[in-house]
């Protein structure tokens, strides 16, 4: 029905379907036809009209659109609450509280966007305004507001305001048209008892975000962190796109929202340590692609969170630096370090860290830090280190103090000449002196290296050899050398005759009471009989290894509850082979 001479529509009109009316550009004074219901009826476009009045529309339940610019309307029309966009450009409104309005009635509580520009308004009521949760677009210029509630300014969605053309003396000339300087002035005048923690993190995120690219919520015993703080950052992409670190240690955080790492996609630091995170945000974080320090020490992360963190699809590239110290972990998932090929620095100390490192098969080669120090590893595996050997050439730090090894394994000998610190304090072994073991990593290694034989270290070398050569995954069967023993094979006979087996090449305790290596019980493949002694044994290892759980132990105490642990495994195993034996 646009663009006619139309000065009225009838009031009964038979269209129950409609869905859309465009009745602009006529002459119309009023539209006695919206007092039918039109249940389907959405978009309502009455523009460029004369209209002085509009029925209440409120009936019309599924109206979403409606556009009446250039009328001349002296009143805000009642509206039903699925309204998101409101159209009212070039009208005489003088107030946006239409008449008989209920004091607790939302007026328009799923508006989106609200351009009322050139009307008469010379006020807007906070007590609507606040309402207004997800409105995205206000245009208020040309009217003749003296002032805006601060309600306005607490509205986590509105991205777009125009008040230019009013008479607003206590907002700057040169602000008027900064959308986030508005909205950030009106929270400053918020009273005292209302928006007092916004207003206090909105004024260190302004600072932060002006001094730096870090932002740093340290120290304040957080639980959780702000919503009103997250809903300032996504008002700012801008500012989003410019915070590279994100500090958040030394408060009571059990997770981070997926919604903080989700606003913040350039971050290359992230540090959480010092909290009680107990699962992360996996999805958003596998999107920054940029990270490269990642620091959740002291936590109470468990080997759930990195397993799920191991099987999802993506790769850190850029990943330097990754802490988990002081955890609850047992184990670390080699799926997800497959996914840092250039890790340098893997902090894994003071958790409770058991099970061998055999599966760790290919460490990065860029690895120069790796602590496991202060778990309860009983066997590292001599694979493990040949790893270290073929992959790590440029290792500077191996600490594997205080742990429950029962013996050293001679492949350390084999260790790099650009390793520094080597610690293996604070084990049960007894084969190296501990006057030894305070030597400079060089000496050490030396000193493990001069105990190997000359078929064992030409063994090794090859198996070293075999791990760093690019065939070793397609032709395994061609020579297969492994750190178990030698295998026969056709296409290399020297291979097979120089190969001893390595798994008796350990450093050997000279103590009767820890003679020979302590193998995995696992691996034995030994299955438990149920002897006295052999429950008596298994209670005495879960006891030991309880106690290894108290942090409070003093290091003297703790090394005596280790040693007692790996010789009461070591007491296990042994009984469990002989009953083997014994029963045939």
């Not at 119309?28 to 476009?45: A, I, M, R, S, Y």
Request: hydrophobic residues 35%.
């Amino acid at each position: 029905l646009q663009e006619n001479q139309l000065g009225n529509i009838p009031s009964r009109v038979d269209m129950p379907m409609l869905r859309d009316l465009h009745c602009g550009r006529n002459q119309l004074t009023e539209l006695l036809v919206l007092k039918q219901n039109f249940p389907n009826l959405t978009n309502l476009d009455a523009s460029n009209n004369v209209l002085t009045i509009l029925p209440d529309l409120q009936h019309l339940t599924s109206l979403t659109t409606i556009q009446l610019d250039f009328n001349k309307l002296t009143q805000f029309p009642k509206m039903p609450s699925t309204v998101v966009r409101v159209v009212l450009n070039e009208n005489k409104i003088t107030a946006l509280q239409p008449s008989k309005m209920e004091t607790d009635e939302i007026l328009l509580p799923n508006v989106a966007v609200l351009l009322i520009r050139n009307n008469c308004l010379t006020e807007l009521e906070g007590f609507m305004v606040e309402k207004w949760t997800k409105l995205k677009t206000l245009d208020l210029y040309g009217n003749s507001i003296k002032t805006l509630p601060y309600q306005l300014g607490f509205l986590s969605e509105l991205s777009t305001l125009h008040i230019e053309g009013n008479q607003l003396r206590s907002i700057g000339s040169s602000n008027l048209s900064n959308t986030p300087a508005v909205l950030q002035l009106l929270r400053r005048r918020a009273p005292e008892t209302v928006g007092e923690n916004v207003r206090k993190v909105s004024t260190i995120l302004s600072e932060v975000l002006v001094k730096s690219t870090t932002f740093t919520l340290e120290n304040k015993k957080l639980e959780e962190l702000p919503k009103e703080l997250l809903e300032e950052l996504q008002r700012n992409p801008v500012v989003c796109n410019r915070i590279k670190h994100l500090k958040l240690t030394n408060n009571r955080l059990l997770t981070i929202h997926e919604d903080w790492i989700a606003t913040l996609p350039r971050l290359i630091s992230i540090h959480l340590d010092n909290n009680q995170i107990q699962k992360l945000p996996v999805d958003p974080l596998i999107k920054i692609k940029n990270l490269e320090e990642l620091r959740l020490f002291r936590n109470h992360l468990q080997d759930s969170a990195l397993q799920q963190l191991g099987c999802s699809n993506f790769l850190w590239k850029n990943l330097n630096i990754l802490d988990v110290s002081l955890n609850r972990l047992t184990k670390f998932p080699k799926e997800l370090l497959s996914k840092l090929p250039n890790l340098r620095v893997l902090n894994l100390s003071s958790n409770k860290i058991a099970a061998d490192l055999e599966d760790w098969n290919s460490p990065p080669s860029s690895l120069e830090v790796l602590d496991l120090s202060d778990n309860q590893i009983v066997e590292i595996g001599q694979r493990f280190i040949l790893s270290l050997v073929a992959h790590c050439l440029e290792l500077k730090t191996l600490l594997l103090g205080n742990n429950c090894l029962p013996s050293i394994p001679l492949e350390i000998g084999l260790l790099p000449a650009s390793l520094n610190c080597l610690d293996l304090r604070g084990n049960p072994q007894r084969a190296v002196r501990y006057s030894v073991l305070e030597r400079s990593a060089s000496e050490q290694v030396k000193f493990i290296q001069n105990r190997m034989s000359p078929d064992h270290l030409a063994s090794a070398k090859l198996v070293v050899q075999e791990m760093s050569s690019p065939r070793n995954s397609t032709d395994k069967g061609n020579a297969s050398i492994s750190c178990d023993g030698p295998t026969s094979s056709t296409g290399n006979s020297t291979t097979s005759s120089v190969a001893p087996n390595i798994e008796d090449e350990k450093i050997k305790p000279t103590c009767g009471g820890q003679e020979g290596a302590l193998e995995d019980t696992q691996k034995a493949q030994i299955p438990p009989e149920e002897s006295p002694l052999v429950q008596e044994l298994q209670q005495s290892v879960d006891a030991f290894t309880k106690q290894l759980q108290d942090r409070s132990l003093s290091s003297a105490k703790r090394f005596a509850v280790k040693k007692q642990l790996a010789m009461s495994r070591s007491k296990l195993i042994r009984e469990r082979r002989r009953l083997k034996q014994e029963n045939g």
